[in-house]
């Protein structure tokens, strides 16, 4: 099988672009590597990708929908999975209408460009930010959605109903996995396990938003790939899938269990909340569990002290 992964020079993309090659199946790496953080991380990524020797990288922007039909009707996978897209709820608040243009329009042109190429399946990664603050805990696939608290939430929400439209409209088969905060290996430098880590290196005050009980549904990302791969391998025409741990970390415990994988105390900055995040992220595992066979593994702690070695290993500056 060939799968395309729009992404793949990213965080969970080269995670995935690997775990594919491994299980024997080809991959065509698609990104624009774009400058929402430093692209040397991205070129690192990759070289990991290409060393398994079954992939090639594509540099493209989804949102040129004429490149990207070239490159499906030229490439013919078989499965897209389509993980581009601007991520973070923050940055969001700033850019509104360049959120909207990569992960709305840049989603339909990936849909339109799969229907074009007659792609057999396509698995999107929608995010847990589509359950906004809603208290019906934990969140299950079947909840109706609140309205978002961030641009970047509405754009998911947003791509999971034009995911719909391509299935309803034109026979697409489209998984929709919404994913809940993923760390490990790689991790984006904007996410709080890796700045976390980055300022308690550095001896830099932690910035801590609200009181600390904020949580959130860490979900370590080989649990998240596996979960990925379940729903590509999952014959559904449509169908959206939780892709979490079950279970919450609340900040400060975060912070702690960094603090002990790092044997270094933080100095924590107390700031207040920032507009746009949510007090909890929980995912109701049951639906994937029970239809994919999906269960998360890695065990929190195993997986900071794993994410703390990597961080050890790499070039720290990167993490600004
Ligand atoms: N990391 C998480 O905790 C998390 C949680 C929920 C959902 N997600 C979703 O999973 C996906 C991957 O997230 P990640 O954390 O690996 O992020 P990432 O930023 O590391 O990866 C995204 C990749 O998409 C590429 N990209 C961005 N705009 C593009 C464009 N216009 N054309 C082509 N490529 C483009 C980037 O260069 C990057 O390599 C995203 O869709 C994100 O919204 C992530």
């Known amino acids: 099988m060939k799968v395309l992964v729009t992404g793949a020079a990213g965080f969970i993309g080269s995670h995935l672009s690997e775990s594919i090659q491994l299980r024997g199946d080809q991959v065509c790496c698609l990104d624009s590597l774009d400058p929402f953080y430093p692209r040397e991380l991205k070129e690192k990524n990759l070289q990991e990708v290409l060393r398994h020797g079954a992939a090639e990288f594509i540099e493209a922007d989804i949102c040129d929908a004429e490149r990207l039909t070239e490159i499906f009707l030229r490439s013919r996978p078989d499965a897209v999975v389509h993980l581009a897209a601007r991520p973070g709820v923050r940055a969001s608040i700033q850019s509104?209408?360049?959120?909207?243009?990569?992960?709305?329009?840049?989603?339909?042109?990936?849909?339109?460009?799969?229907?074009?190429?007659?792609?057999?399946?396509?698995?999107?990664?929608?995010?847990?930010?589509?359950?906004?603050?809603?208290?019906?805990?934990?969140?299950?696939?079947?909840?109706?959605?609140?309205?978002?608290?961030?641009?970047?939430?509405?754009?998911?929400?947003?791509?999971?109903?034009?995911?719909?439209?391509?299935?309803?409209?034109?026979?697409?088969?489209?998984?929709?996995?919404?994913?809940?905060?993923?760390?490990?290996?790689?991790?984006?430098?904007?996410?709080?396990?890796?700045?976390?880590?980055?300022?308690?290196?550095?001896?830099?005050?932690?910035?801590?938003?609200?009181?600390?009980?904020?949580?959130?549904?860490?979900?370590?990302?080989?649990?998240?790939?596996?979960g990925i791969l379940a729903a590509l391998d999952h014959a559904s025409p449509w169908d959206v899938f939780n892709i979490g741990s079950g279970r919450t970390i609340a900040t400060i415990d975060l912070i702690r269990s960094i603090e002990e994988a790092m044997g270094r105390r933080a100095v924590i900055e107390h700031l207040p909340p920032q507009p746009g995040d949510v007090p909890l992220t929980f995912a109701d595992p049951d639906k994937s569990q029970a239809v994919l066979g999906y269960e998360a593994r890695v065990p929190f702690e195993q997986g900071i002290r794993e994410f703390v070695d990597w961080f050890r290993s790499t070039d720290a500056q990167c993490f600004g």
């Open 96 to 226: 509104p209408s360049l959120y909207c243009a990569v992960n709305i329009g840049g989603t339909i042109n990936v849909l339109e460009a799969a229907r074009m190429a007659q792609v057999h399946k396509v698995v999107f990664a929608s995010s847990s930010s589509v359950y906004g603050a809603s208290n019906r805990v934990p969140f299950r696939e079947d909840d109706p959605l609140p309205r978002p608290e961030s641009p970047y939430a509405g754009t998911k929400a947003a791509a999971e109903d034009m995911c719909h439209l391509f299935h309803s409209l034109h026979g697409l088969q489209v998984q929709c996995v919404r994913l809940f905060t993923v760390y490990g290996p790689r991790q984006r430098p904007d996410l709080a396990v890796s700045t976390f880590t980055s300022s308690i290196a550095a001896g830099r005050p932690v910035p801590l938003y609200g009181d600390g009980s904020a949580a959130r549904d860490y979900t370590h990302v080989s649990d998240t790939v596996r």
